[in-house]
């Protein structure tokens, strides 16, 4: 997913975790974990802005809605199609639809897709309270209202997008008719750094340890509160979880093998929300795949596009 992120200037060895700190330094690579907004300084300028069009399509159309008295930013772009569920793109943490907009318009060249802002991200609110998976979860179920025509959609989420993409699912069985997962946050991510890192670890372990923690326990954008949990079926609705191929991960010193191997055993684990759930792995992508292979991202939503309208 895209949550705390590993800063290397110049070396291998990171020298800031998390969000915020990492703001305060240059860096060189970013090699994100869990979800963290601080990959911009990385991949800065691949994503194509938020409501500019991409060769030669409309404008995306935005809007705000009022979820609980907070404002949510959505954009959609696309013509419905006859018997075709609307995409819904979930970005990761510290991501907005700025970040996938160049992936909502290659794929509304067939399809009706939208992307939103979660309260505390890009356009929206700021949330007053930690969040919690229902509560973010509420959102979600506002914006498949206003976006969907009564429709159910596909859910294509990337990082942390991905994990409550994959949450979502078995409770709205109406709403969602597939899902995709793009580098999903693992469903174990606490225990998995747990086990990689152990307690007793010093220095850089033990401060990526702390700061890894501390994001999942809501010290992030969107004050969201990520915890462990089992992977529950939403049935037989069309999934594809689609990994990294580029083990960039087994960079950082020390735990990298360990927190590699905890990652893709959390992708497999994401096959457990659907008795047809298929398993791919871009190659030539590290976290970011519909970024850097976004030819694999688009097949991988119009596939279970195609699935799901034939439901």
Same mark, same amino acid.
């Given at each position: 997913?895209?949550?705390?992120?590993? /800063?290397?200037?110049?070396?291998?060895? &990171?020298?800031?975790?998390?969000?915020?700190?990492?703001?305060?330094?240059? !860096?060189?690579?970013?090699?994100?974990?869990?979800?963290?907004?601080?990959?911009?300084?990385?991949?800065?300028?691949?994503?194509?802005?938020?409501?500019?069009?991409?060769?030669?399509?409309? !404008?995306?159309?935005?809007?705000?809605?009022?979820?609980?008295?907070?404002?949510?930013?959505?954009?959609?772009?696309?013509?419905?199609?006859?018997?075709?569920?609307?995409?819904?793109?979930?970005? *990761?943490?510290?991501?907005? !639809?700025?970040?996938?907009?160049?992936?909502?318009?290659?794929?509304?060249?067939?399809?009706?897709?939208?992307?939103?802002?979660?309260?505390?991200?890009?356009?929206?609110?700021?949330?007053?309270? &930690?969040?919690?998976?229902?509560?973010?979860?509420?959102?979600? !179920?506002?914006?498949? *209202?206003?976006?969907?025509?009564?429709?159910?959609?596909?859910?294509? *989420?990337?990082?942390?997008?991905?994990?409550?993409?994959?949450?979502?699912?078995?409770?709205?069985?109406?709403?969602?008719?597939?899902?995709?997962?793009?580098?999903?946050?693992? &469903?174990?991510?606490?225990?998995?750094?747990?086990?990689?890192?152990?307690?007793?670890?010093?220095?850089?372990? /033990?401060?990526?340890?702390?700061?890894?923690? /501390?994001?999942?326990?809501?010290?992030?954008?969107?004050?969201?509160?990520? *915890?462990?949990?089992?992977?529950?079926?939403?049935?037989?609705? &069309?999934?594809?979880?689609?990994?990294?191929?580029?083990?960039?991960?087994?960079?950082?010193?020390?735990?990298?093998?360990?927190?590699?191997?905890?990652?893709?055993?959390?992708?497999?684990?994401?096959?457990?929300?659907?008795?047809?759930?298929?398993?791919?792995?871009?190659?030539?992508?590290?976290?970011?795949?519909?970024?850097?292979?976004?030819?694999?991202?688009?097949?991988?939503?119009?596939?279970?596009?195609?699935?799901?309208?034939?439901?």
């Amino acid at each position: 997913m895209k949550s705390i992120a590993f /800063a290397v200037s110049g070396t291998t060895t &990171p020298q800031t975790l998390g969000e915020a700190m990492f703001r305060h330094f240059k !860096t060189s690579a970013v090699l994100a974990m869990v979800a963290v907004a601080a990959a911009g300084a990385a991949i800065a300028g691949q994503a194509t802005p938020a409501g500019a069009a991409v060769a030669g399509q409309a !404008t995306p159309a935005e809007r705000s809605i009022d979820v609980g008295g907070k404002s949510v930013h959505v954009s959609c772009s696309g013509v419905q199609q006859k018997h075709r569920p609307v995409v819904v793109l979930m970005a *990761g943490l510290g991501d907005g !639809t700025d970040r996938m907009a160049a992936l909502q318009q290659a794929l509304s060249r067939s399809n009706r897709v939208c992307s939103y802002d979660r309260l505390g991200e890009g356009r929206s609110d700021q949330p007053d309270r &930690p969040q919690t998976i229902d509560s973010t979860g509420a959102v979600l !179920t506002k914006v498949i *209202g206003t976006v969907s025509g009564g429709r159910p959609v596909v859910l294509a *989420g990337h990082s942390l997008g991905g994990l409550i993409a994959a949450r979502y699912a078995p409770d709205h069985k109406r709403e969602v008719s597939g899902v995709v997962l793009m580098d999903a946050t693992s &469903p174990t991510m606490m225990a998995d750094v747990e086990r990689a890192i152990p307690e007793s670890a010093t220095g850089f372990g /033990a401060e990526l340890r702390a700061q890894t923690l /501390a994001v999942f326990r809501g010290e992030n954008p969107e004050r969201l509160v990520i *915890g462990d949990g089992p992977v529950r079926s939403a049935g037989d609705i &069309p999934v594809e979880v689609v990994q990294h191929g580029k083990p960039y991960l087994a960079e950082v010193p020390e735990y990298g093998a360990a927190l590699e191997q905890a990652w893709g055993a959390g992708q497999r684990a994401w096959l457990g929300l659907s008795c047809r759930a298929d398993f791919r792995t871009a190659a030539n992508s590290g976290h970011y795949i519909y970024l850097d292979e976004p030819e694999v991202a688009v097949q991988a939503v119009q596939r279970v596009v195609t699935k799901a309208s034939r439901r």
